[in-house]
């Protein structure tokens, strides 16, 4: 929790987000991410000032609870000083212990956001699904709970000004803002209309703009014309002495035995790697989230 100090901007973890995307699409498959199509909505998870403290805590854990699909969950929530802005006890449940830094006594409005990241804890650990680091495991929670809908809280407590700061979870502001930019791509859902800060709203923005660049990649047709250039001078390459192309771009070459050259690039969806031949036009579909990609080899 960045709370009054410097707030880390940019993508810094972006191959550890899309992993944790390819992750949550392989452990829980295309139908049951579709479940989560609709987000929290905000009236759910509100918190004024005037509701009790304990008892609101418990209804908004409720909530995400059941977006989450943890009927049989039951989580028991304190607050107690602490660094971190909040905790909880991964053990065999039912009951799950969560601890809230004392600040949100008097920042209720954001505890949803805590709890959205908490109990997205609780749901991975009942899926046994976990990065090796807690750095890793902290950016596959966030992008979790981001990708299936309650994420949005967490970047919407996102606020900086001249004076102070504030940031809940381990993404960055655009981070988080590409996320839920590529769960709107998907859904057709725009969360932008539920944010209450203007710097999420910004992040939000960006993140769109750095999704929407993974469907204008070569080999897609939607890619603009120099990344096509650049393509068909690697392809050339590859073809002349099977060289391998610069790291910064994201296909890769490779033959086929006798056949013809294929090329293997990320599914702008869940960026499981896709592999085609080289041949001109080629409509290929995703075998992991279904998308069928039109891309010219």
Request: glycine share 6%.
């Amino acid at each position: 929790m960045a709370n009054g100090g410097p707030v880390e901007h940019g993508y810094p973890h972006l191959e550890t987000v899309r992993a944790a995307i390819t992750a949550l699409y392989k452990r829980l498959s295309y139908d049951t991410i579709h479940t989560f199509s609709a987000s929290v909505l905000p009236a759910d998870v509100a918190f004024c000032d005037t509701d009790d403290l304990h008892l609101g805590t418990q209804r908004v854990a409720r909530e995400l609870v059941r977006h989450y699909r943890l009927p049989d969950a039951r989580m028991i929530v304190g607050f107690r000083e602490m660094t971190h802005a909040a905790n909880v006890e991964l053990a065999a449940g039912p009951e799950y212990f969560v601890e809230l830094n004392d600040r949100f006594r008097t920042h209720r409005r954001d505890i949803g956001a805590a709890l959205a990241h908490e109990i997205m804890h609780v749901y991975l650990h009942r899926l046994d699904l976990s990065f090796p680091g807690t750095r890793e495991n902290e950016i596959l929670t966030d992008t979790a709970a981001a990708y299936l809908g309650a994420g949005w809280l967490l970047l919407d407590a996102y606020r900086e000004d001249a004076a102070s700061s504030q940031k809940l979870g381990y993404l960055t502001p655009e981070e988080f803002g590409y996320v839920l930019a590529k769960r709107a791509l998907v859904f057709g859902e725009d969360p932008s209309v539920w944010f209450t800060s203007p710097q999420a709203y910004e992040a939000y923005s960006q993140g769109m703009v750095r999704a929407r660049r993974d469907e204008q990649q070569p080999p897609l047709t939607a890619a603009g014309w120099a990344g096509r250039r650049r393509y068909a001078r690697d392809r050339r390459h590859a073809q002349d002495r099977a060289a391998t192309p610069h790291p910064e771009v994201p296909y890769s070459f490779t033959p086929d035995g006798h056949g013809p050259l294929r090329v293997s690039f990320p599914c702008p969806t869940c960026h499981q790697r896709i592999r085609v031949p080289v041949k001109g036009r080629v409509r290929a579909r995703c075998g992991l989230c279904r998308t069928v990609l039109e891309c010219d080899t």
